[in-house]
């Protein structure tokens, strides 16, 4: 899973900001927002953002703004702020003036040009500041906005508010809205996967918590009916839509969506905290049974057993249904045990993607209350 960074603007945002002149030149003038540190904990500890700070600051260095005022102030912060467990990866300091225009200066983006190479999830990213100028930051990123300290009808010159509707996600008078906002925003659980190969071209979206809605399109018929059900009995929304090879066979179809299936369910359970982890479950359908037990433990292990008597169901061959398993664990980093008896082949395999959805809905589920990770290990 790439990672998600929570870009934060210093002054004004984390500390206030001098009116007389904008600049915290002194340790008489360090003061903390109110809340600001308690709710930076809460989201280190708790929630997955790497950390960078990102700073205008006019002229540091210049007879206006001499680096000997500026450092002890802040690193006299960044002292208080590690030893509540708050560290940040990389700390930006732009010294230029507004006046410059230089591509370093927020909103630009020239220092943060290393988190744009496709190595980090810009898109669930965000960026928290006091100024229009954050919010562009954040906008030419391509990530989210958090303005702090301005109600919704206030605004700077430097750009148009309404170029900045679709970025910001919140406008909070407080640390608490920012933390709790963060926290609602990440128990989304919820992912998209593009998967394309010279095979099969694949796009997934998935909700975890949702309701059970579906739209998918394979270009397999009955492959489409056993994921209409996986959705529909384990409570996620799915859509799939697949453009595959099917003028060779179905196989490159049905491995590859089960491949970007298991991804998309890997990376929306993030770091698994509070989830269940195990689930069996029963299923009949008419004279078929289902046995299905699943662990989304980390490692992938398929143990399966089948009686399919037919080579195909409709346009979807019964050799691919243990393979679409194999493929998903591998993908998913789950165990699955699947035993499925009976005498109609499209009876069992429909039993077993019903258990299997059902067994994921149980394991993925959420236990009230708990933030623990479902393991000694440490790690899942």
């Known amino acids: 899973m790439k990672p998600k960074l929570l870009i934060i603007d210093r002054d004004g945002t984390l500390i206030v900001e001098p009116p007389e002149n904008y600049q915290v030149d002194s340790l008489e003038k360090l003061e903390f927002l109110p809340a600001a540190i308690r709710n930076l904990h809460q989201i280190v500890s708790q929630l997955d ?208 969506t089960a491949l970007a299936l298991g991804t998309a369910i890997k990376q929306a359970l993030g770091n698994k905290r509070g989830i269940r982890r195990y689930a069996c479950f029963n299923l009949p359908m008419d004279e078929a049974l289902a046995q299905v037990a699943i662990d989304f433990s980390g490692r992938n292990w398929l143990v399966w057993s089948d009686h399919f008597r037919r080579e195909r169901v409709g346009g979807m061959p019964t050799e691919m249904v243990a393979h679409f398993f194999k493929s998903f664990c591998d993908a998913a980093h789950c165990n699955l045990n699947i035993q499925v008896s009976g005498e109609n082949d499209h009876h069992q395999i429909e039993a077993v993607f019903k258990g299997v959805a059902r067994s994921i809905r149980e394991a993925i589920s959420l236990i009230p209350g708990s933030d623990e990770l479902p393991t000694t290990k440490g790690l899942l």
């Not at 927020?106 to 999830?121: E, F, H, I, V």
């Open 49 to 256: 953002y790497e950390l960078i700070m990102i700073t205008n600051q006019d002229g540091l260095g210049t007879d206006s703004f001499p680096e000997a005022t500026f450092w002890p102030a802040h690193n006299k912060m960044l002292k208080i702020l590690e030893h509540e467990g708050i560290v940040f990866h990389e700390i930006y300091i732009d010294r230029t003036f507004k006046h410059e225009q230089a591509p370093s200066r927020k909103p630009g983006t020239a220092l943060l040009s290393a988190y744009m190479q496709g190595d980090y999830d810009l898109e669930n990213s965000m960026v928290i500041g006091d100024r229009d100028s954050d919010m562009m930051l954040a906008k030419n990123l391509g990530a989210k906005g958090i303005m702090i300290g301005k109600s919704e009808d206030m605004q700077d010159d430097e750009v148009i508010g309404a170029e900045l509707a679709d970025t910001i996600m919140l406008n909070a008078q407080h640390w608490d809205e920012i933390w709790a906002f963060l926290k609602r925003e990440n128990s989304q659980r919820k992912a998209k996967v593009h998967r394309k190969t010279h095979e099969t071209d694949i796009s997934i979206s998935i909700e975890l918590d949702g309701s059970g809605t579906y739209h998918n399109d394979t270009g397999i018929g009955f492959f489409d009916h056993l994921l209409d059900q996986l959705a529909k009995h384990s409570g996620m929304n799915l859509e799939v839509k697949v453009k595959g090879d099917l003028h060779i066979d179905a196989h490159h179809t049905i491995e590859d």
